[in-house]
């Protein structure tokens, strides 16, 4: 019996046919690709130590990817994610510090970034679904904004003295031997998976991104959902913020650096649609996943850091290529 036809049954059973099973392991073959190609060429990439510390990077840019893929879904996308990270970095230690930098000063820290992330997921949310302007208009101009904001209050430098605490339970500290971070994105991914799985707003984000107007002859109410959808992507992306401020001990006002053009990357790649109406959390992680093994691989060979960023612009462009293809048919 060939291959091919024990393969067919296999799929009917699943639901699905061998193309889209051959889809849907596309990601991960790339990732063991990925790893083997590092790692012939240095053999730490291979390491168990190395594979730990992907895994503890890959849950920050997860969490960003599943930010981005909140509003991805609906044919929009937040070009201000990355400075959002930066500005609630800066003021949740600066609300951290006024408090007298303690342990119970972080819930002050908490407080402040959640406040700020839903005031500028609100504002993007508001100008894009209750007025009308395109996407990219409006988060680019609240990028430059929160920008300036963060560099202004932080006068440009790094916000120090905060709770050892911080640091010390959520960047170095482990259940089952296992990262905290790595805890945080599983738990953001499980209610994601179940926001969009199993909720209304959940469903009504892909169809407003396949169909705007059909979810409006539905009667689904698009604005709320749309706000909704950019408050919620601020706020994952103030948790990541927490979350890397935790890591360096210090509130940065660069913190973002290119975290939005990874975030969206990682989603893309992982096969979430600018188009809008397809994709998922799941796809977002596998894509971060992918991202942060192409990365680790990159320094850990020491390829420039400006020809990295080039394969990812390379890396993104052909996703959507691919992606468009697959629409087509």
Not at 196 to 213: C, E
Not at 228 to 246: I, P, Q
Request: net charge positive.
């Amino acid at each position: 019996m060939s291959m091919e036809a024990k393969t067919q049954p296999m799929a009917q059973l699943s639901g699905l046919s061998p193309k889209d099973v051959l889809r849907a392991a596309r990601l991960p073959i790339a990732i063991v690709v990925v790893l083997i190609l590092f790692g012939l060429v240095e053999p730490r990439v291979l390491s168990l130590g190395n594979f730990r510390n992907i895994a503890l990077q890959a849950s920050y840019l997860a969490i960003f990817a599943m930010a981005q893929t909140m509003v991805l879904l609906t044919r929009g996308f937040d070009l201000s994610l990355g400075y959002t990270v930066s500005l609630v970095s800066v003021a949740a230690s600066m609300a951290m510090v006024a408090m007298g930098g303690g342990d119970a000063s972080i819930l002050y820290g908490v407080g402040a970034a959640a406040l700020i992330a839903g005031a500028i997921g609100l504002a993007n949310g508001v100008l894009i679904a209750g007025i009308g302007i395109n996407p990219l208009v409006t988060t680019l101009g609240m990028a430059n904004m929160v920008l300036a904001f963060a560099s202004t209050i932080s006068g440009g430098f790094p916000v120090t003295g905060l709770p050892k605490s911080l640091t010390a339970e959520f960047a170095q500290g482990s259940l089952l031997s296992i990262p905290m971070p790595i805890w945080i994105a599983a738990l953001v991914f499980v209610l994601l998976f179940l926001v969009l799985k199993a909720t209304r707003f959940g469903r009504s984000l892909y169809i407003i991104g396949a169909n705007p107007r059909a979810a409006v002859a539905a009667g689904i109410r698009t604005v709320p959902v749309l706000v909704l959808a950019y408050v919620l992507c601020a706020l994952l992306a103030a948790l990541g913020a927490l979350l890397l401020t935790a890591r360096t001990g210090s509130g940065e006002p660069n913190l973002g650096g290119n975290l939005t053009l990874e975030a969206i990357a990682a989603a893309v790649v992982g096969g979430v649609r600018l188009s809008g109406g397809e994709g998922g959390v799941g796809a977002a992680v596998l894509g971060a996943l992918f991202v942060t093994v192409l990365s680790n691989g990159m320094n850990l060979v020491q390829i420039d850091g400006y020809l990295q960023q080039i394969c990812l612009g390379v890396i993104i462009i052909v996703s959507l290529i691919v992606n468009r293809d697959e629409a087509r048919r």
